[in-house]
């Protein structure tokens, strides 16, 4: 019986633990942090992800404490509204898009894996610091740990994965965009209908994505509302889920950014702490898997988040490696070259795709066309099927659309 090493406990470490459970293959799961915290700010679900989870049982819980998202907003740093379109299962997708704490994520899956495979499934304290290649298996090396061994080990460790610098040592440190990033979180009256994911601005003067990430959190109906601010910047620091960001470093950008319908400089002052993130990703590999090892995730694909599809894609890939090493029980070698083949290649185009064209390239096309200035009328500027058209664009890359969901198992 194969037995699978996986080592972090992020999102796609635990969501592939479950997957493995599910599927009645043994595994544990190593994670270096001593204790696993709800860290970090707010990501999204995409439907795609959403359908794997919900198959896992966890649509519920998910729906519990985030909010599901109703529509994608795009405007100007004027805040006029440029295109508006339905998401999820208000586009008629059969499974929801969700807006959410990266830790409120975490620990539904955390506690969900607990419950289902005993607390000792996942171990914390173990920093992989190597994996080696054995005959039939794998044995991977722990700071001031007793090794393990097993039938395949699988990267889920990040961006900064020790075992993806092991294979690749060459490779560099991350690729900075050119653009940095300044995160929070703020309790705020709903806006725009209270499910609305807002994207406004262009990066050369400012841009910012904010969308709620919990629901009612008081007696006074305030959401939780998650903001980014993003600007072009020739410097950065690297991406640390910790790191305090300075307001003086990036606020005016923003300082006159009073909508009707919101109050920008209000929100960004109203976050108890803010956060500074490089926007980073790395070229697409050629290759993942190592004998009886292979990288998934951020390990595997690091992107860019234009396209709210990094925790989506580690989750397709947790489905398709179960999938793989439930097909061939007695080859792991192979079963790891299946799904490199099934998914190298599609994590490659949605890396390259957030860096030219994601869904944001809307704002800029508007921003390039009108000078950056206020429009009369966005029909003079950009047709709506235009508009459609570079959304449905970014759909078909990323694997989400429609035609595509139904299509699958």
């Not at 722990?142 to 097993?150: H, I, L, Y």
Request: contains cysteine.
């Amino acid at each position: 019986m194969q037995r699978v090493i996986i080592v972090g406990a992020g999102i796609g470490g635990l969501t592939f633990g479950l997957c493995l459970h599910a599927a009645g293959i043994p595994f544990t799961v190593y994670e270096a942090a001593a204790e696993i915290r709800p860290i970090g700010v707010g990501i999204n679900i995409l439907p795609h992800a959403t359908k794997e989870l919900a198959a896992l049982g966890l649509e519920p819980a998910l729906a519990a404490v985030g909010v599901t998202t109703a529509d994608a907003t795009f405007f100007n740093r004027f805040g006029q509204l440029i295109h508006r379109e339905p998401l999820g299962r208000f586009a008629g997708y059969p499974t929801p898009q969700f807006s959410i704490h990266r830790g409120d994520l975490q620990m539904v899956l955390l506690h969900a894996l607990r419950a289902r495979a005993g607390h000792e499934c996942v171990q914390t304290g173990h920093r992989c610091t190597e994996v080696v290649e054995q005959p039939n298996g794998v044995l991977v090396r722990f700071e001031n740990r007793a090794p393990v061994t097993g039938s395949v080990a699988v990267a889920c460790d990040g961006i900064h994965s020790v075992i993806r610098k092991q294979f690749f040592p060459h490779e560099g440190p991350p690729r900075y965009s050119g653009v940095n990033m300044w995160r929070g979180v703020t309790p705020w009256q709903p806006f725009l209908g209270g499910a609305s994911m807002v994207r406004a601005g262009w990066l050369s003067h400012g841009k910012m994505v904010i969308y709620p990430i919990r629901n009612t959190i008081d007696d006074q109906g305030r959401q939780l509302i998650n903001w980014v601010a993003e600007l072009e910047t020739p410097t950065y620091r690297q991406r640390d889920w910790n790191r305090a960001g300075q307001l003086d470093d990036f606020f005016p950008a923003f300082a006159d950014w009073h909508f009707d319908w919101l109050n920008v400089p209000a929100l960004i002052k109203g976050a108890e702490t803010v956060l500074e993130f490089p926007m980073v990703d790395q070229d697409p590999l050629p290759s993942w898997s190592h004998g009886h090892t292979t990288l998934l995730g951020d390990a595997a694909h690091p992107m860019v988040p234009r396209g709210s599809n990094g925790a989506g894609q580690s989750i397709l890939d947790a489905r398709a490696l179960t999938d793989c090493l439930r097909a061939t029980p007695h080859d792991p070698v192979a079963a790891l070259a299946a799904y490199e083949h099934q998914r190298l290649e599609a994590t490659s185009r949605v890396v390259l795709t957030n860096r030219a064209n994601p869904p944001d390239a809307i704002i800029r096309v508007v921003h390039e066309r009108t000078g950056d200035k206020p429009f009369d009328r966005i029909e003079d500027v950009i047709s709506h099927a235009e508009l459609t058209e570079i959304t449905d664009s970014y759909k078909r890359v990323a694997g989400y659309t429609r035609e595509a969901l139904a299509a699958a198992r």
